[in-house]
């Protein structure tokens, strides 16, 4: 465990982007997680956090990346779900708005993260520029054989979590992985009906470095 606990990484460079690793929590244990597999290590970086960043070490860890020219978006995508730090999320996207408004905000999640007192995403209206939400499954019953989670009735709540996207959002991806227990076109005939963008991923399985 130690070696974990050196060099690890808050704010990581990613082809033309810049990725915020929140948090190692997450609400939900997905059977295809990299960070299980790969050992908390993602091409190159150790994405585990011996504790949670605060606001100031973000900007800071920004602040060394962000003159970059080619710099497209800053994602909030690490090894857990960002947005049950979503307080931290609106004040670092306040931040690159105020400070760098040209470059795309995006949040990549579960879509397992509204289910609490307030809506997060009104809050982050005008915030963020795109939620991707990872919906890796084609029904309930699917995703209940894929995810484990405490939560009831994932599969509905994420749905539901991507209709209230929409009010708040500008664009909403609606993502899964090319795995072979999921029917592709029907997570595309999904996100036709509910009027997202689609995109697919790869199912990644052995370790890949950068
Ligand atoms: S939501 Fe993401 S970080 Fe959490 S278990 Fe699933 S793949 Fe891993």
């Avoid at 306040?94 to 408004?101: E, G, I, Q, S, T």
């Avoid at 996100?191 to 370790?207: D, E, G, I, Q, S």
Wanted: hydrophobic share 35%.
């Amino acid at each position: 465990m130690v070696s974990y606990l050196k060099n690890y990484k808050v704010v990581y460079p990613y082809k033309k982007n810049l990725y915020i690793n929140l948090t190692n929590r997450c609400p939900v244990k997905c059977s295809y997680c990299i960070k299980y597999r790969w050992d908390w290590q993602f091409r190159g970086y150790n994405l585990f956090l011996p504790k949670e960043p605060s606001y100031e070490e973000i900007i800071s860890e920004l602040n060394k990346y962000m003159k970059k020219n080619q710099l497209k978006e800053v994602v909030f995508c690490g090894y857990g779900e960002p947005l049950l730090r979503a307080n931290i999320v609106k004040k670092v996207a306040l931040w690159v708005k105020k400070n760098f408004p040209n470059i795309i905000v995006r949040i990549n999640t579960n879509g397992l993260s509204n289910i609490t007192k307030k809506n997060v995403l009104k809050e982050l209206q005008f915030l963020v520029d795109v939620v991707s939400v990872s919906l890796n499954a084609h029904d309930s019953k699917t995703y209940n054989k894929l995810h484990e989670t405490k939560i009831k009735q994932p599969f509905k709540k994420i749905l539901q979590f991507i209709r209230d996207c929409k009010k708040y959002i500008p664009k909403v991806i609606i993502t899964t992985i090319r795995h072979p227990e999921i029917d592709i076109n029907k997570v595309k005939n999904i996100a036709k009906k509910l009027k997202v963008k689609f995109r697919t991923r790869k199912y990644l399985t052995k370790y890949e470095p950068r």
